[in-house]
């Protein structure tokens, strides 16, 4: 009996499929009078996964989980206070912030941890982005809700709380050819006690205070944020809490690969072996290519421990043992889409 039960276990890992629906409490209780169809309205967490999900839940306390308690589309690359009659700010790589309702989104039980986004509903049933905008973050809409934004041509800016009372405003002025690859809320308060980080296709990433960006209005430009060297793109900025331990995570391959098939190779390192230089500088080596790979396909910072997903939101193992930071990875089993971690 307990060698039958192993094998199903194993078949059942090897095989099974991820649940694609929520199962959700029921009370069991008979209506006896009319229910208030009015939500109230309460504090919330708005979350977004890396497929593009959105879902409410109930405010999270940040907590560390078993990196082996995995489900899909648990990768959450944002989340947001907000309050359920509210509205939030998506940003995104066209450099706008669109407003979003708060209630119009589906509601999840709280879990423990980090929460799987399966019963989320896509971004694009709420909001009409045009072909080629993604959707990279969320903000709030009153004092609180200064950005940061990291841009393609190694461009960074702090922009001021303001909201508009419009469906969607620009938050920055982008150059011909230049998108966002990376936004998130930052305060003046939260600047504080955070560095910036930006990591480029070339392998390099930089690490500065962001107290050495000078918050600027919605109009405003850009300032210089990485020296990129020739050909180079940034492909992911963040700002990272210098109170919580935080990891970088790179995904090496080959520019010659279609894309999303490459596996690459795969490192953790501890970021604090990232030494802090100043802004505009080319930064240090953050992974060392193997012979086949030209090309840093993605990049990741923040509270580990890490998660890893695929584009349709299965969960890929990432290594478990921290490597120097200009070490070669761990060859991939997967391509990997997108990288997260600990809200």
């Given at each position: 009996?307990?060698?039958?039960?192993?094998?199903?276990?194993?078949?059942?890992?090897?095989?099974?499929?991820?649940?694609?629906?929520?199962?959700?409490?029921?009370?069991?209780?008979?209506?006896?009078?009319?229910?208030?169809?009015?939500?109230?309205?309460?504090?919330?967490?708005?979350?977004?996964?890396?497929?593009?999900?959105?879902?409410?839940?109930?405010?999270?306390?940040?907590?560390?989980?078993?990196?082996?308690?995995?489900?899909?589309?648990?990768?959450?690359?944002?989340?947001?206070?907000?309050?359920?009659?509210?509205?939030?700010?998506?940003v995104t790589t066209t450099g706008r912030v669109l407003r979003l309702s708060v209630l119009e989104l589906p509601n999840m039980p709280p879990v423990h941890g980090v929460p799987a986004l399966s019963?989320?509903?896509?971004?694009?049933?709420?909001?009409?982005?045009?072909?080629?905008?993604?959707?990279?973050?969320?903000?709030?809409?009153?004092?609180?809700?200064?950005?940061?934004?990291?841009?393609?041509?190694?461009?960074?800016?702090?922009?001021?709380?303001?909201?508009?009372?419009?469906?969607?405003?620009?938050?920055?002025?982008?150059?011909?050819?230049?998108?966002?690859?990376?936004?998130?809320?930052?305060?003046?308060?939260?600047?504080?006690?955070?560095?910036?980080?930006?990591?480029?296709?070339?392998?390099?990433?930089?690490?500065?205070?962001?107290?050495?960006?000078?918050?600027t209005g919605r109009s405003a430009g850009a300032m210089a944020g990485i020296k990129l060297n020739n050909g180079a793109a940034a492909i992911a900025g963040f700002g990272v809490d210098r109170n919580?331990?935080?990891?970088?995570?790179?995904?090496?391959?080959?520019?010659?690969?279609?894309?999303?098939?490459?596996?690459?190779?795969?490192?953790v390192s501890d970021f604090e072996e990232i030494p802090p230089k100043g802004r505009g500088t080319s930064g240090v080596r953050s992974h060392k290519l193997r012979s086949g790979e030209d090309i840093?396909?993605?990049?990741?910072?923040?509270?580990?421990?890490?998660?890893?997903?695929?584009?349709?939101?299965?969960?890929?193992?990432?290594?478990?043992?921290?490597?120097?930071?200009?070490?070669?990875?761990?060859?991939?089993?997967?391509?990997?889409?997108?990288?997260?971690?600990?809200?």
């Amino acid at each position: 009996r307990g060698l039958v039960s192993d094998e199903l276990q194993a078949a059942a890992k090897e095989h099974g499929t991820p649940r694609r629906t929520l199962l959700m409490e029921s009370a069991s209780v008979p209506l006896t009078s009319a229910m208030p169809l009015e939500v109230n309205d309460e504090p919330c967490v708005v979350l977004l996964s890396s497929t593009g999900l959105l879902a409410r839940t109930a405010p999270i306390e940040p907590s560390e989980v078993d990196v082996a308690q995995r489900a899909q589309h648990d990768v959450i690359i944002s989340a947001c206070a907000a309050s359920t009659r509210g509205d939030i700010g998506i940003v995104t790589t066209t450099g706008r912030v669109l407003r979003l309702s708060v209630l119009e989104l589906p509601n999840m039980p709280p879990v423990h941890g980090v929460p799987a986004l399966s019963a989320g509903a896509p971004v694009s049933a709420f909001l009409d982005l045009p072909s080629g905008e993604q959707a990279l973050a969320l903000t709030t809409l009153d004092e609180t809700g200064g950005l940061l934004l990291v841009t393609a041509q190694g461009k960074v800016k702090r922009v001021v709380a303001d909201s508009l009372a419009k469906p969607f405003w620009e938050v920055i002025r982008l150059d011909d050819g230049d998108h966002v690859v990376g936004a998130m809320r930052l305060d003046d308060q939260m600047a504080e006690n955070y560095d910036i980080a930006i990591v480029t296709n070339d392998a390099q990433v930089l690490r500065f205070p962001a107290t050495a960006v000078r918050p600027t209005g919605r109009s405003a430009g850009a300032m210089a944020g990485i020296k990129l060297n020739n050909g180079a793109a940034a492909i992911a900025g963040f700002g990272v809490d210098r109170n919580r331990e935080a990891v970088l995570v790179t995904v090496a391959g080959s520019s010659a690969a279609l894309p999303g098939t490459d596996a690459g190779t795969i490192k953790v390192s501890d970021f604090e072996e990232i030494p802090p230089k100043g802004r505009g500088t080319s930064g240090v080596r953050s992974h060392k290519l193997r012979s086949g790979e030209d090309i840093l396909l993605l990049g990741w910072v923040g509270p580990g421990p890490a998660r890893a997903g695929s584009a349709a939101g299965v969960p890929i193992e990432l290594p478990q043992s921290l490597a120097k930071r200009n070490a070669t990875g761990t060859p991939g089993s997967l391509p990997i889409a997108a990288l997260g971690g600990q809200l």
